[in-house]
C-alpha cells in the first residue's frame, strides 16, 4: 500500500479537494492500494443521499464559518475539524463490503496496538468505552473501492452537537438522547498527538511506500475539485416532492423517499439517507420506477426483478414496500379461526395447579389458541428456563431480554406440578438459554430427572431449542431417554432468517438428524400463513424426512401483537388436509395438520 503525498501539504484545503484526491487516484492508478491522512477547517460532511434541511443546523454552521458539503459515498452525516482526522483508504478489490470490513477492523487493531481500547461496532463504527470516536462510508468505482474513514482525536464536540441535527426516530432507535452522548475524543485515552498518531498508523498501513502527485495530477484534481465544490453537487439533492415516507431499518439505515406523482403515476424519485450504496441507484431502481403507477402491486411487480441488497446495502423488498406503503393490509381473520376461550371449572383448576407451582407455560407465553380445550382436559406445556428468552423471533410472543439467574427449585416444581394435575404425558419445552455456556442443557436433565422421580408412570415429550447446533450436548439430552423429542422448523428455508431471530434452517434440520441418530423417536412442525409457497412447503418436508423424523404438525400463523410478523394468508381446513395427505404419501408416520395445530395439540394421542 503506498501513501499519497500531496504538494504543499502542510496547508490545510476545503473538504473537496481531498475528496478530488481520492477520486482521482482511484480512476488513475490501480497498481497498488492507496492511503493519505488529511485534515479540514470546521466542515459538516453530508452523505451523498442525506437532505440538509434533516441532517444540518445551517444557522449555526453560517454563524460559527463552518463548510457544508457532500460527498459521494453513503453513509451519515459526520462534523469534522482539525482535532479530526480523515483517512482516505483506495482499495483495488471491487467489493466494498469486504474492503469496508477488513479496513475498519486493521484501524481498530492500530488503537489496540496503542493500549486504546476501542472494538468495531455496528455497520461502520469504532467504540470507545460505549462511545463513538470514529466512522466510515465507501463508495465503488470500476474494479476500485473508495473508503473515508473519520476519526474524532481532538474534536470541538460542542460544535459536532449544534451543527447536527439527526432525527429524533434515529436517536430513539439507538435509545441515545443527543448527539454529544454518541460520542469521545481519542486524545482523552493517550498521551501521543495528533500528528504523531498521524504519522504512526502511516507507517502502520504503507510503510515508506509512496506516490507523490505530479503537478499534471494536481490539475486535473483541481477539475474535479470544481463539481465537488459546486452549489449544485452540494445542494442539489433538496428538491420538493408531493409525496414524502420516512423509516428507519435495523441493519440498513435510515431512508427518506421524495416521490413526485401526476395521476398517481411517478414522474419523479430520490431517496435520502443514511444506508450504504453498493450499486448504481438512478439506474437500477430509480428509474425503473418511473412512470409506475404508485401502488404496492405496480411497484411489487417493478422489484420482482431487481435484487435491491446489490444497489442499498441489506435492503429487501419487502421493506422498500414498508417504507412506500406502510405495513401489508390486514388479512381478515377467517370463521373457521374463531375460539372460544371462555373459561371453565376445569380450566381454572389447572390455572390454579400452575400458578401454585410458579409455573411458565407456552400456552400463555405464546398465546396458545388451544389453551381453553386442553386445560379442561388438565393438560399444559410446561416451558423451563424461566420466562424470558434470549432471543427475538418475530413470530413469538415469548418475553425476550436478559433473562434472570436459572431457578435452582424449578425441576422439582415442574415434577410436582406434573404429579398435581395427574398428567400421563408431559411435554417439556424451553426459552433459548443462549447466555448460559451449555445453553440451558443441564437444567433440561435435571427437570427429566426430578419429573421421573415424582411420576415414573409418565411419558415425557420434549420440545428441545437447537442449543447452538452442539451435538454433544443434544445428545446428553436425549440420554435422558424421552419418548419424543422436538424440534421445531418454524418455516420455510427462504422465510427463515426474516422469521427467527438466531435459529438457521440448516442447523434445526442437524437438531432432528441428531436426535434421530440418538434413536430417539424426532417431531417437528412449521408455520403456514407466513408467505410460503406451496413447492417450499414440499421441499420442507423432503428436508425434514430426510433427517429420519417422521412427524410432523402445521398449523397456522396467527400474529400475537401488532409489532410481529404479518399474517400474509389464512390456510382453509381443506389445504391443511391435503398437506396432511401429501406429508403421508410422502413418507411421514404422523401428521396433524390444521388451522389450530400447534406443537403439542394432541401430543398424547400419537
Known amino acids: ?127 470507545l468505552d460505549g462511545a463513538k470516536v470514529s466512522g466510515c462510508a465507501f463508495y465503488q468505482l470500476t474494479n476500485r473501492s473508495v473508503l473515508h474513514n473519520s476519526v474524532l482525536f481532538d474534536t470541538q464536540l460542542d460544535h459536532l452537537s449544534h451543527a447536527l441535527t439527526p432525527s429524533k426516530e434515529k436517536l430513539q432507535s439507538k435509545g441515545i438522547e443527543s448527539v454529544r452522548q454518541r460520542v469521545t475524543n481519542i486524545a482523552q485515552h493517550t498521551q501521543i498527538d495528533i500528528i504523531a498518531f498521524m504519522d504512526y498508523v502511516r507507517q502502520e498501513m504503507c510503510g515508506n511506500e509512496t506516490l507523490e502527485l505530479t503537478e499534471e495530477d494536481m490539475r486535473n484534481i483541481s477539475e474535479i475539485e470544481k463539481e465537488l465544490a459546486s452549489h449544485d453537487f452540494v445542494y442539489g439533492k433538496n428538491p420538493k416532492y408531493s409525496v ?51 401502488t404496492r402491486e405496480s411497484v411489487s411487480e417493478v422489484l420482482k426483478d431487481i435484487d435491491l441488497s446489490t444497489i442499498i446495502r441489506g435492503l429487501q423488498a419487502r421493506q422498500l414496500l414498508r417504507l412506500l406503503f406502510g405495513r401489508e393490509p390486514h388479512v381478515m381473520k377467517p370463521e373457521w379461526l374463531k375460539i372460544d376461550l371462555t373459561s371453565k371449572k376445569s380450566t381454572g383448576e389447572t390455572a390454579g395447579i400452575l400458578a401454585k407451582h410458579h409455573m411458565n407455560t407456552i400456552c400463555t407465553s405464546g398465546l396458545c389458541p388451544n389453551r381453553a380445550e386442553c386445560w379442561m382436559a388438565r393438560t399444559a406445556t410446561l416451558m423451563i428456563g424461566g420466562d424470558i428468552c434470549t432471543r427475538k423471533c418475530r413470530f413469538c410472543n415469548t418475553l425476550s431480554g436478559k433473562p434472570r439467574r436459572l431457578d435452582e427449585k424449578e ?116 408455520m403456514l400463513g407466513l408467505g410460503e409457497t ?65 406443537s403439542s395439540y394432541h401430543a398424547a394421542e400419537s
Request: hydrophobic content about 40%.
Open 411 to 526: 425441576p422439582q416444581r415442574v415434577a410436582e406440578s406434573i404429579k398435581a394435575l395427574a398428567l400421563r404425558y408431559a411435554v417439556i419445552t424451553s426459552v433459548d438459554r443462549d447466555d448460559l455456556p451449555d445453553y440451558g442443557a443441564e437444567h433440561w436433565i435435571k427437570t427429566i430427572e426430578a419429573i421421573r422421580k415424582e411420576n415414573p408412570e409418565t411419558k415425557i415429550e420434549l420440545l428441545i431449542p437447537d442449543f447452538m447446533g452442539r451435538a454433544e450436548l443434544i445428545h446428553k439430552v436425549m440420554e435422558t431417554h424421552p419418548h419424543v423429542a422436538g424440534h421445531n422448523m418454524e418455516t420455510v428455508r427462504r422465510l427463515t432468517p426474516t422469521v427467527r431471530s438466531v435459529a438457521k434452517y440448516d442447523r434445526s434440520l442437524d437438531v432432528l438428524r441428531e436426535i434421530t441418530r440418538c434413536g430417539i423417536t424426532a417431531k417437528t412442525g412449521f
Open 1 to 127: 500500500m503506498k501513501y499519497i503525498l500531496i504538494p504543499d501539504a502542510g496547508s490545510i484545503r476545503q473538504l473537496p479537494f481531498y475528496f478530488a484526491i481520492e477520486e482521482y487516484v482511484a480512476r488513475r492508478y490501480n497498481d497498488d492500494d492507496y492511503f493519505m491522512g488529511w485534515r479540514v477547517n470546521p466542515t459538516v460532511m453530508l452523505g451523498r443521499n442525506q437532505l440538509i434541511e434533516n441532517e444540518v443546523n445551517t444557522d449555526y454552521c453560517h454563524e460559527q464559518n463552518i463548510d457544508i458539503f457532500r460527498r459521494k459515498s453513503g453513509g451519515g452525516c459526520i462534523y469534522a475539524d482539525t482535532g479530526c482526522i480523515q483517512f482516505s483508504y483506495i482499495s483495488r478489490t471491487s467489493n466494498a463490503n469486504e474492503a469496508f470490513v477488513q479496513y475498519m477492523q486493521r484501524m481498530a487493531d492500530i488503537l489496540h496496538s496503542l493500549h486504546i481500547n476501542a472494538e468495531l461496532s455496528g455497520r461502520n463504527d469504532i467504540i
Open 244 to 294: 414524502v415516507r420516512k423509516h428507519r431499518f435495523e441493519g440498513v439505515g435510515t431512508i427518506e423517499a421524495r416521490i413526485e406523482l401526476k395521476n398517481n403515476v411517478i414522474s419523479g424519485i430520490d431517496m435520502a439517507g443514511d444506508y450504504f450504496l453498493l450499486g448504481d441507484i438512478d439506474h437500477d431502481l430509480l428509474k425503473p420506477l418511473k412512470g409506475k403507477e404508485f
Open 534 to 598: 406451496h413447492e417450499e412447503i414440499l421441499e420442507t418436508m423432503d428436508d425434514i424426512l430426510a433427517t429420519g423424523c417422521k412427524r410432523l404438525t402445521l398449523g397456522q400463523y396467527l400474529q400475537p401483537t401488532a409489532h410481529h410478523l404479518p399474517v400474509m394468508a389464512y390456510i382453509t381446513p381443506e389445504q391443511f388436509a391435503e398437506y396432511k395427505r401429501i406429508a403421508l404419501a410422502k413418507g411421514f408416520k404422523h401428521v396433524v395438520s390444521g388451522p389450530l395445530v400447534r
